[in-house]
């Protein structure tokens, strides 16, 4: 079992227990999934095969290519033609990913100041940030020359609380710390 799901299990749970007020233990909040996805500027099939490439190194999962739902002139982007790729995690992969993010990617980090905790950022269920230095994942520092000039990471991390009050506890209590302005 993965420490970061035993801690929540064993810890964080009880916390929330003693915090707020629950009725029934399926109430408690938890991360249901995060959601990895790369958006492409350039629509080609040159410039979306690295991102795909990435993802898959990153998760070891299949990745899914984000078709165009709609046609753009100004874009020059075609109903139906790849525009970005996604994966979805759950359940022990969540845990897994969280784990390689707060203790190998985000501490080794450059130049990274945080995300501030506004309304862009947060709302009652969800956290969404991106990262754009993707070469200190070591799955991808390997072959450096292919990911260089990969478009920002953006992740969301999407829960089943109630309230913001709820979700900036659980995330807190996850030990994001990595959040700027963050106030309970």
């Given at each position: 079992m993965n420490i970061l799901k035993l801690?929540?299990?064993k810890i964080i749970k009880y916390d929330l227990i003693n915090?707020?007020?629950y009725n029934n233990v399926k109430e408690l909040p938890r991360i249901k999934k995060i959601v990895l996805n790369f958006g492409c500027k350039n629509f080609e099939l040159k410039n979306l095969a690295p991102s795909l490439l990435a993802l898959e190194l990153i998760t070891n999962k299949k990745i899914r290519v984000t078709k165009a739902k709609k046609a753009n002139i100004l874009l020059k982007i075609r109903k139906g033609h790849p525009v970005g790729c996604s994966v979805l995690l759950r359940n022990n992969n969540v845990y897994k990913f969280l784990d390689k993010l707060l203790i190998e990617i985000i501490p080794n980090l450059k130049d990274f100041k945080g995300i501030n905790?506004?309304?862009k950022n947060f709302d009652k269920t969800n956290i969404s940030f991106t990262l754009k230095e993707l070469i200190t994942f070591k799955e991808l520092e390997i072959y450096f020359y292919l990911f260089n000039k990969l478009p920002p990471l953006n992740i969301t991390i999407?829960?089943?609380t109630k309230t913001r009050k709820e979700l900036l506890y659980l995330i807190n209590s996850l030990k994001f710390y990595f959040i700027k302005n963050l106030q309970l």
């Open positions: 801690y929540y299990e915090k707020f007020l905790s506004n309304k999407v829960t089943n």
